[in-house]
């Protein structure tokens, strides 16, 4: 009998662990801060003792935007990326240049190779008692150019703006993902756990899959000029101004040189064409 107790207690142990685990991940993606992870008097009025209860990571004047902290990689011409990142946010955008620039991420940290005509970069963390919220890359490329870009972040967000591609290759485990006034002809977008959102124009082959998050899309174009393959599996669909059941799988094929691919396991699925 006893035997049987002390499995009982396991298991319930184990569950609460995993479920524990998931809320954790799904928090983080969602916004929350790795700082909020314990109770003390830095995040709460309340609290009355002079130590904390909980997770505690560096002090927030450990890991400051300051010129200690960051320093800067240059991409000359560089037109085929492959950025790969572990921990911390990822920002995109156009500028007068092509460079990286590099917030609380040490030299040491960071990797690069130039495979054929493709620049992979490689940014390895020793684990989360570096400040998350403040570690970041931020890249800019010059607008006049067309772009081969593949980003795999392992945890952070990853915000890519006003650019042009002709292939983009986007994966995250945990974060938002965003693309705001993109130009891609050829698109492959996943994430495990966050939002997905995409603004721009698509053309050709566009697959977005998301295992646990939204996907909001607003494309720059004809409706009828795309044939369409979606599914729902546990989630509300809107497609322009079509309503579908909660769980939905939506295919229109009509020979279009454009075609949009999109699976969401759990979340909604919204896609508006102007």
Not at 37 to 48: A, E, Q, R, V, Y
Not at 53 to 75: A, H
Not at 125 to 139: D, F, L, T
Request: glycine share 8%; hydrophobic share 35%; with cysteine.
């Amino acid at each position: 009998m006893k035997k049987n107790k002390t499995k009982i207690i396991i298991t319930i142990a184990i569950i609460c662990v995993i479920i524990g685990s998931v809320l954790l991940g799904a928090g983080l993606a969602m916004g929350g801060d790795i700082q909020t992870l314990h109770i003390g008097k830095d995040n709460t009025s309340w609290w009355p003792f002079e130590g904390s209860l909980g997770i505690n990571v560096l002090e927030e004047n450990e890991y400051t935007d300051n010129s200690r902290n960051t320093w800067e990689m240059p991409l000359n011409k560089d037109t085929q990326l492959s950025i790969e990142m572990d921990l911390g946010d990822i920002r995109i955008k156009e500028g007068n240049e092509s460079k990286i620039k590099f917030y609380n991420i040490k030299e040491s940290e960071v990797t690069t190779k130039l495979d054929g005509n493709e620049k992979e970069i490689k940014i390895r963390r020793p684990g989360i008692h570096h400040n998350v919220k403040n570690a970041r890359m931020e890249i800019t490329l010059r607008k006049d150019a067309v772009y081969n870009l593949e980003v795999d972040n392992k945890l952070g967000d990853i915000n890519i703006n006003d650019l042009n591609f002709r292939k983009l290759d986007i994966e995250a485990n945990m974060g938002d993902i965003t693309l705001q006034d993109i130009h891609s002809k050829q698109t492959d977008v996943n994430n495990d756990c966050g939002d997905i959102k995409m603004f721009g124009v698509y053309e050709g082959e566009t697959s977005v899959e998301n295992k646990l998050g939204d996907i909001k899309m607003e494309i720059t174009g004809n409706k009828n000029t795309f044939d369409f393959d979606i599914e729902n599996k546990l989630g509300d669909t809107l497609i322009q101004d079509q309503n579908y059941e909660f769980k939905s799988k939506i295919k229109e094929k009509h020979g279009n040189a454009n075609r949009l691919e999109i699976d969401c396991h759990l979340g909604d699925i919204k896609v508006h064409f102007r």
